[in-house]
């Protein structure tokens, strides 16, 4: 799962027992060689679909971490790239591969602002927020954005029950809750908390209209269904 040039178990191990701020600080300088990073084909495949509903003008990516979604914005938005963050060390890391992209400090649960921007984007950060802090993050991602403009994030269809996968995050997720019980600060990173019912209905309480568009690319399940879904939640 990690290449050489990851994190040690040590590492992340310390990183686990730390806030999501001061975990995500420690583990910025290898974070690009972990499989946290949001997979560049995970990537690809949400551009693909966004071209087709370019240009834009002004792009924000919510939760920029080291500036992966940066790299899709800089090729959809003709305007300005911007990205937010609470980590000062992933900041640092995206700054470095970014260095025209405007870079915030901040809590995304209450973003700095106000109708400027065409299209937002987020990669693999939605389990970061529990459910009770969803709405204040969406009201503010739709704040953020102009009349007409999109908020877009990829979200994995939820595997079937019988499944590797599906164990896989319903024992990663108790595991979460078992450490967040028993020690202090909580780092909170839930996988089965942003399924697409939850989301659709938090999105349609912030005021967006949500569609989804089915990411081909990245194969199928058993069933025939889609594996990763792109969430398109338009600002009337």
């Not at 973003?111 to 950060?125: K, M, N, Y």
């Not at 029950?161 to 202090?184: C, E, I, K, P, Q």
Request: glycine share 12%; with cysteine.
């Amino acid at each position: 799962m990690f290449s050489p040039q990851g994190p040690t178990l040590r590492e992340l191990g310390v990183q686990a027992l730390s806030s999501v701020e001061r975990g995500y600080d420690l583990l910025a300088p290898k974070f690009d060689h972990t499989p946290f990073r949001t997979s560049d084909g995970i990537i690809e495949a949400s551009v693909q679909v966004l071209s087709g509903l370019a240009p834009f003008g002004d792009g924000l990516d919510v939760c920029c971490g080291t500036g992966a979604g940066l790299t899709a914005l800089g090729s959809l938005c003709r305007g300005r790239v911007t990205g937010v963050d609470f980590s000062a060390g992933m900041l640092a890391r995206a700054h470095l591969a970014h260095p025209d992209a405007t870079l915030v400090r901040g809590d995304v649960r209450a973003l700095p602002f106000t109708g400027g921007f065409d299209l937002a984007v987020t990669f693999g950060a939605l389990g970061h927020f529990l459910p009770a802090e969803r709405p204040a993050l969406l009201a503010g991602v739709r704040r953020a954005l102009r009349p007409g403009g999109l908020f877009a994030f990829p979200i994995w269809a939820p595997p079937p029950v019988a499944s590797v996968d599906h164990w896989a995050m319903a024992g990663f997720d108790l595991a979460m809750r078992v450490r967040n019980a028993v020690w202090r600060p909580p780092f909170v990173m839930y996988y089965r908390t942003t399924g697409f019912r939850a989301l659709r209905a938090d999105l349609t309480a912030a005021g967006f209209t949500v569609a989804s568009r089915a990411l081909t690319t990245l194969g199928q399940a058993r069933d025939g269904t889609p594996r990763f879904w792109l969430v398109l939640a338009r600002r009337p």
